[in-house]
């Protein structure tokens, strides 16, 4: 009991920290990519001086059985309660796990960069996805039904 309480508060205390060094950082992010990060941060599993993410079967099994929320309206991921946090992490996870999926972060970050505050300018960067905003929504649904998907090591 004690150990999972100790593991459940190292998650949040990562999970918040996110949130405040990427805000310090860099400005305010859409709830995609600041919750995304976060939930992403969370999952980190330490060994010595490596890290990795897993994204376990049971998250993937979920968010098989839902419509994605539509990433055209990234806005929406609000109105969804904790949903949008699952789905956040995969899309980040997603978009982590390719060439192109890098571009398109690296170009989120560089927009917050360029216009702090302006969720819209970096919800735009989406459209840099090979085949644009539609590519990303079918590859990432395509990427969603295919798991298990490999670790993420650092």
């Known amino acids: 009991q004690r150990q999972y309480q100790r593991e459940a508060t190292l998650a949040l205390v990562r999970h918040e920290m996110t949130h405040a060094l990427s805000m310090a950082m860099v400005g305010t992010l859409p ?24 994204l376990s079967e049971r998250l993937l099994a979920s968010l098989r059985q839902q419509t994605p929320l539509p990433l055209s309206q990234p806005e929406s991921f609000y109105q969804q309660g904790s949903r949008h946090y699952r789905q956040a992490l995969a899309l980040v ?9 890098k571009v398109v972060l690296e ?25 644009g905003l539609a590519g990303l929504e079918t590859a990432f649904g395509h990427w969603l039904a295919d798991g298990p998907h490999l670790p993420q090591s650092y």
């Open 93 to 101: 996870f997603f978009l982590n796990s390719s060439q192109e999926g």
């Open 107 to 131: 170009r989120a970050y560089e927009a917050v960069i360029d216009s702090p505050c302006q969720t819209a300018a970096v919800n735009a960067t989406l459209a840099f996805y090979p085949g």
């Open 31 to 54: 709830v995609w990519l600041g919750e995304g990060l976060a939930e992403y941060t969370e999952q980190l599993d330490y060994q010595m001086s490596a890290a990795r993410v897993v």
